[in-house]
């Protein structure tokens, strides 16, 4: 189908718009490269998506224009302004956005060093003297339970020495002498103590 060389021009300058919207639109993903330094795989994706966004832009730019059919100039004028745009004004956005990103990585690296920095060592610092406040504690726990411990064994055998010997002033009381089952009964209860604070002493020094 022919067509006028005023619809021509027209459908020329419809393709070269979408040429310089698609080098815009690719300054997009140049522009992330920069600010967070992709890698290949990144890279790859973004490509993979700008292609796809084009072929479907110059598709729809066919089908709206030429009703589907595809004219040389058209697929010219979007090729010559995107290399235009890339050559002329995409340098100077790039230019732009990489002083502009240049420079807000600075300023973060200074709040970083600033805020971040010494509130991260304040916290180490504060954790550290946490952690020697509780061993602290603890060994003024274990050294009390420890003395209370020995304190209550020592009372335990006080106890049972005075019952031995409360047992042996009796029988000196009421016959003058120790019969043979007293003084057993004294040998009995001696024997007990002694074995029970010799196991006393051995648990408390594995606890130890």
Not at 40 to 48: G, K
Not at 62 to 73: A, D, Q
Not at 115 to 120: F, G, Q
Request: glycine fraction near 6%; charge should be positive.
């Amino acid at each position: 189908m022919e067509i006028s060389m005023t619809e021509q021009g027209i459908v020329f300058l419809f393709s070269c718009v979408v040429g310089g919207a698609l080098g815009a639109f690719y300054d997009v993903f140049r522009i992330i490269r920069i600010a967070f330094n992709s890698k290949w795989l990144s890279i790859f994706f973004q490509d993979l998506i700008f292609c796809i966004f084009s072929a479907f832009s110059i598709i729809l730019l066919v089908f709206y224009t030429n009703s589907g059919t595809i004219r040389w100039f058209s697929l010219f004028g979007c090729f010559m302004c995107f290399v235009l745009y890339h050559m002329t004004i995409g340098r100077f956005i790039m230019f732009i956005s990489r002083k502009i990103i240049d420079f807000v990585k600075k300023v973060l690296r200074f709040l970083y060093k600033i805020t971040v920095i010494p509130l991260k060592m304040a916290v180490l610092f504060t954790l550290k003297q946490l952690k020697r406040l509780i061993r602290f504690v603890l060994e003024i726990i274990r050294m009390t339970k420890s003395r209370l411990y020995y304190a209550n064994e020592k009372r335990k055998i006080n106890k049972d020495a005075l019952k031995g010997f409360n047992l042996y002033g009796n029988s000196r009381k009421n016959n003058g002498n120790i019969d043979g089952k007293t003084a057993k009964s004294i040998v009995e209860i001696i024997k007990k103590d002694s074995e029970k604070n010799q196991k006393t002493l051995e648990k408390s020094k594995e606890k130890i």
